[in-house]
């Protein structure tokens, strides 16, 4: 048995400001000297960054910078996962902590479409045994805010809706209407706060700026958000709150034990059970490619590689010795032009797919890959054009692959998540890295010798044979 303190932060809808609240909450209790462990319900990789930003700068502006460096924001994906890891990877993420926050996604019961509450905030505070602070936009209404939270605290007697926060309250007067209301509901209310504009993060065509664009800025706003909370929120009832969630039982998730299962059901998948020489993975990273989860340079590391990263716009060379290359997503076609400049390491990339190190490209991996994109030279390892396009295609996707390549032997089934405003043509290679089966059936990506891309965002600790079988082909710095 395990004691966390911990608090799921919910909303009624997107939009209702849980992520400024969220963020405002890690800030504030993270300036107590409070280790605080960020989490994200779903597949967003956006707003763990912001968490995990907030989190550290107000430790450093306190002088209470955690030893052993900053904790990750950590994705919490009932569908991509599987609901029987959500407990254990939330263990590995929050262990040693004094208080784990999780931002929910959407409204509180949204989930993965037709698949009942699946995935959804409501869900995962189930599986987690956390209570729920609700975060209201009360910007519009009054007497009816207790209506709303009487509404969602009795949908589900299983999901404990413990308070709520008042967000975007106008003014004095509206803050003691909307108390006045809610003194009857039976969910205290923990905080109110006013409009904050000044602290609003930009957007753009797939949601928030990521933080790696704009640190300074984010910084700032992160120091405003904390000082907000500080002032209208009960910090003191909220740890208080968080303390009385129960222990939780379930086994911590670890990436070496992870690995020891993989071997030992397929003997030789690591390919490198010593660990005698430890291939270099080279991981892409900077302002273009900022999507990742942290567990994938945990499993690979576990697998016996030695995890390095680089930035395609500022670094010509890959990492000395680079035996497999991992790129994650992010935003290439922001940042075209700059990608294409760096020739030297286009042509680097391009080199080592030739050699047959393995690469695992995703989403916008797949973009550098292709020959262009929006007409800018990329490293043309694959044999596709890429440009933006006025359609977003975002929701969970089933697949199997249907071919061997770097990452799955054929007929591995997975879930995943699709979310770009980019096209290619052709869509899929002679050899697709996928054939999707749900909700749609098509094929998709390319499995070209030990390159493996795609538009599919796949968490690897749902299938932790991902980063044994890329290990297992990399090319050791001595090869």
């Given at each position: 048995?395990?004691?966390?303190?911990?608090?799921?932060?919910?909303?009624?809808?997107s939009g209702s400001g849980?992520?400024?609240?969220?963020?405002?909450?890690?800030?504030?209790?993270?300036?107590?000297?409070?280790?605080?462990?960020?989490?994200?319900?779903?597949?967003?990789?956006?707003?763990?960054?912001?968490?995990?930003?907030?989190?550290?700068?107000?430790?450093?502006?306190?002088?209470?910078?955690?030893?052993?460096?900053?904790?990750?924001?950590?994705?919490?994906?009932?569908?991509?996962?599987?609901?029987?890891?959500?407990?254990?990877?939330?263990?590995?993420?929050?262990?040693?902590?004094?208080?784990?926050?999780?931002?929910?996604?959407?409204?509180?019961?949204?989930?993965?479409?037709?698949?009942?509450?699946?995935?959804?905030?409501?869900?995962?505070?189930?599986?987690?045994?956390?209570?729920?602070?609700?975060?209201?936009?009360?910007?519009?209404?009054?007497?009816?805010?207790?209506?709303?939270?009487?509404?969602?605290?009795?949908?589900?007697?299983?999901?404990?809706?413990?308070?709520?926060?008042?967000?975007?309250?106008?003014?004095?007067?509206?803050?003691?209407?909307?108390?006045?209301?809610?003194?009857?509901?039976?969910?205290?209310?923990?905080?109110?706060?006013?409009?904050?504009?000044?602290?609003?993060?930009?957007?753009?065509?797939?949601?928030?700026?990521p933080v790696a664009e704009?640190?300074?800025?984010?910084?700032?706003?992160?120091?405003?958000?904390?000082?907000?909370?500080?002032?209208?929120?009960?910090?003191?009832?909220?740890?208080?709150?968080?303390?009385?969630?129960?222990?939780?039982?379930?086994?911590?998730?670890?990436?070496?034990?992870?690995?020891?299962?993989?071997?030992?059901?397929?003997?030789?998948?690591?390919?490198?059970g010593g660990r005698a020489?430890?291939?270099?993975?080279?991981?892409?990273?900077?302002?273009?490619?900022?999507?990742?989860?942290?567990?994938?340079?945990?499993?690979?590391?576990?697998?016996?590689?030695?995890?390095?990263?680089?930035?395609?716009?500022?670094?010509?060379?890959?990492?000395?010795?680079?035996?497999?290359?991992?790129?994650?997503?992010?935003?290439?076609?922001?940042?075209?032009?700059?990608?294409?400049?760096?020739?030297?390491?286009?042509?680097?990339?391009?080199?080592?797919?030739?050699?047959?190190?393995?690469?695992?490209?995703?989403?916008?991996?797949?973009?550098?890959?292709?020959?262009?994109?929006?007409?800018?030279?990329?490293?043309?390892?694959?044999?596709?054009?890429?440009?933006?396009?006025?359609?977003?295609?975002?929701?969970?996707?089933?697949?199997?692959?249907?071919?061997?390549?770097?990452?799955?032997?054929?007929?591995?089934?997975?879930?995943?998540?699709?979310?770009?405003?980019?096209?290619?043509?052709?869509?899929?290679?002679?050899?697709?890295?996928?054939?999707?089966?749900?909700?749609?059936?098509?094929?998709?990506?390319?499995?070209?010798?030990?390159?493996?891309?795609?538009?599919?965002?796949?968490?690897?600790?749902?299938?932790?044979?991902?980063?044994?079988?890329?290990?297992?082909?990399?090319?050791?710095?001595?090869?």
């Open positions: 048995m395990v004691s966390v303190p911990r608090l799921v932060i919910a909303a009624p809808a849980k992520t400024t609240v969220t963020a405002g909450l890690m800030a504030a209790f993270a300036e107590r000297g409070l280790d605080v462990s960020p989490h994200k319900v779903g597949p967003d990789y956006i707003d763990p960054g912001y968490h995990a930003l907030a989190i550290s700068s107000a430790a450093s502006s306190a002088g209470r910078s955690r030893a052993g460096g900053a904790r990750p924001g950590r994705n919490l994906d009932a569908y991509l996962c599987g609901p029987q890891r959500i407990a254990p990877l939330f263990l590995h993420g929050a262990a040693g902590c004094d208080l784990a926050l999780v931002e929910g996604v959407m409204g509180l019961f949204d989930g993965a479409a037709g698949q009942g509450e699946l995935a959804s905030t409501a869900h995962v505070a189930k599986l987690l045994r956390a209570p729920v602070v609700l975060v209201v936009d009360a910007s519009s209404q009054s007497r009816s805010v207790a209506a709303l939270v009487h509404g969602f605290a009795s949908w589900d007697p299983e999901v404990r809706v413990a308070g709520v926060i008042l967000n975007k309250v106008g003014s004095d007067r509206h803050e003691v209407m909307l108390r006045e209301a809610l003194e009857g509901c039976g969910v205290p209310v923990f905080g109110a706060l006013r409009r904050m504009r000044e602290v609003r993060a930009p957007s753009r065509h797939l949601g928030l700026v704009r640190r300074a800025e984010a910084v700032d706003s992160a120091a405003a958000l904390a000082a907000r909370v500080r002032k209208g929120c009960d910090l003191d009832g909220l740890l208080a709150l968080a303390r009385s969630a129960p222990p939780l039982s379930e086994p911590v998730w670890d990436p070496e034990e992870e690995m020891r299962r993989v071997v030992a059901a397929a003997p030789g998948a690591g390919g490198r020489a430890r291939p270099v993975v080279a991981v892409a990273g900077g302002a273009a490619f900022t999507f990742s989860y942290a567990e994938h340079t945990e499993l690979l590391t576990a697998a016996g590689a030695r995890v390095v990263p680089f930035d395609p716009l500022r670094d010509e060379r890959l990492p000395e010795g680079t035996g497999g290359l991992v790129i994650g997503g992010g935003f290439p076609e922001v940042y075209a032009p700059e990608l294409s400049a760096n020739e030297p390491l286009r042509a680097a990339v391009a080199r080592l797919a030739a050699s047959g190190a393995p690469i695992a490209a995703e989403c916008a991996g797949l973009l550098y890959l292709a020959r262009s994109l929006d007409g800018e030279p990329m490293c043309g390892v694959l044999a596709t054009e890429a440009q933006m396009s006025e359609r977003l295609t975002l929701g969970y996707r089933e697949a199997v692959a249907i071919s061997d390549t770097a990452l799955a032997a054929a007929g591995t089934r997975v879930r995943g998540h699709e979310f770009h405003r980019t096209t290619i043509v052709p869509g899929a290679g002679a050899e697709p890295a996928w054939g999707l089966v749900h909700p749609e059936r098509r094929t998709e990506g390319f499995a070209q010798g030990n390159v493996h891309a795609s538009y599919l965002h796949v968490h690897w600790a749902s299938v932790p044979g991902a980063a044994a079988r890329f290990a297992g082909r990399c090319v050791s710095p001595a090869g």
